[in-house]
Structures are given as C-alpha cells and as structure tokens.
C-alpha cells in the first residue's frame, strides 16, 4: 500500500522568506504525486502533479516541487512567501486502484506567513 | 467552468436522525467521489462512482451511509442514524477519466461540515 509522510505538522516563515514543506512518500512502484493546497473554509486546490515526467514541477502561484527517487521525497518549495500563502497543505500519493485513482492524503502541513 | 458545487454548506444535527448532503460535479465529469475530513487529518477516501454506477466503496462507508448518483450527475450521500463520531467535512470531487487520460486531476468542491450533538 501507498502512503505518505508530511515530516512538519506546522510550519511558520517571514513573509518573503522561503516556504518548504517536506514530504515522504512509500510506493512500490512509481508513483504520481500531487501537492493540494487548502485554504480555510474552502475546497482542495491543486498546486501541482508529478507523474513521470520531469522531476522538478512547477505549479500555481510559485510553488515547485522536486521528485527524489532515490530520498523517496517531493518537497514543496516557494522561494518567497506571501501572506496569502498561508492555509493547509496535503501531499498526496495517487494509487491505482481497481481502474481508478485513490488519492491517499498526507496528515498536512499547516503554513503560517507572518508579516 | 462553474466548479463542483456542495450543499448545505453546513449541517447541524442532533444524534440519531438522518442527514443528506448533494453534490454537483463540473458537468462533463464522469467521475466523482466523496472523500471525509476529520479535524487535523487529511481526507480519507469513501466512494467513488463511474458515470452512475458506485464501483467502489471503502471499509470507512459503514451500512449507515449510502451514496446514489441516479443519472450519472449530481450525487447524494446520505448517513442514517447519525453518531457524534460522524462530524467531519464530507468533501466531494470529480474527474474527467478518458482511455487517453487515466490521471486527471480531481477538482473538489468546498465540502459540507457536519456537526452531530
């Protein structure tokens, strides 16, 4: 089975400062991979995929993500914070199964942007 | 565009009666799933249907719970005899799964939160 780790229950920065959230995943074979962001009192957002292309993935509002095989990481960066960065992020697995995909979510990683 | 669109927004219920939430999917999208979010976790995957057919259910969608999408459009998800322990966010997705694209990526509405006293 899938799963994945978010190593930080809660992550605080200086508003432009840089953002990293950690992410582990376990897969047994490659995986896809997707960051959600979640806003309060709002619905999942996709920030980006990884799904066997390149490695380094580029998503909305400046947030990228590098795949790691070999450290079984993708980690969610953005070179500078906005205060509008701040809510809830899920890295999530994609596992396929009986010919779909179920997303297997993170605990998530809450970001605080501090002024 | 009009996005996936849930209701009621929010729910408030007393322990043991009957609820049920409705979903609307983005109009093209032949699949959908409901997903459950409790304080602090991440969602948890409960259903998901292709077209209107219910192809897969999870161990967490106990026999109190039943979920219908009767013309392959919107869905509901009814829980029956409702437990404080049901209190979550009921979240709903949908997908455009075609032979060509077996990875879309789910597009979830803004869920309703369930509160049992």
């Known amino acids: 089975a899938q799963s994945v780790t978010q190593l930080d229950s809660h992550v605080s920065v200086s508003e432009g400062t840089p953002v990293l959230l950690r992410c582990n995943y376990s897969?047994?074979?490659?995986?896809?991979l997707f960051w959600y962001v979640q806003h309060p009192n709002k619905g999942l957002q996709l920030l980006l995929k990884y799904t066997s292309a390149a490695t380094l993935v580029k998503g909305i509002n400046g947030f990228e993500a590098e795949f790691k095989k070999s450290e079984t990481s993708f980690h969610l960066t953005k070179p500078s914070a906005h205060m509008s960065d701040a809510a809830e992020y899920f890295c999530v697995v994609s596992e396929r199964s009986g010919g779909y995909n179920k997303l297997i979510f993170g605990a998530g990683t809450r970001l605080a942007v501090h002024p | 565009d009009t996005g996936v669109s849930q209701n009621p927004r929010h729910k408030i219920t007393k322990r043991g009666q009957n609820v049920t939430f409705r979903c609307d999917p983005i109009s093209e999208h032949n699949r959908l799933y409901w997903y459950r979010q409790t304080l602090g976790q991440g969602p948890e995957f409960l259903t998901y249907f292709q077209n209107e057919a219910q192809l897969e259910k999870s161990r967490l969608l106990s026999d109190r719970f039943s979920a219908e999408r009767p013309k392959g459009s919107f869905s509901t998800l009814e829980i029956q005899r409702t437990e404080q322990g049901d209190s979550a966010m009921y979240l709903c997705a949908s997908s455009l799964e075609t032979s060509l694209n077996t990875n879309s990526p789910l597009h979830f509405g803004n869920g309703t939160r369930l509160t049992v006293t």
């Open positions: 897969s047994s074979y490659s995986p896809s």
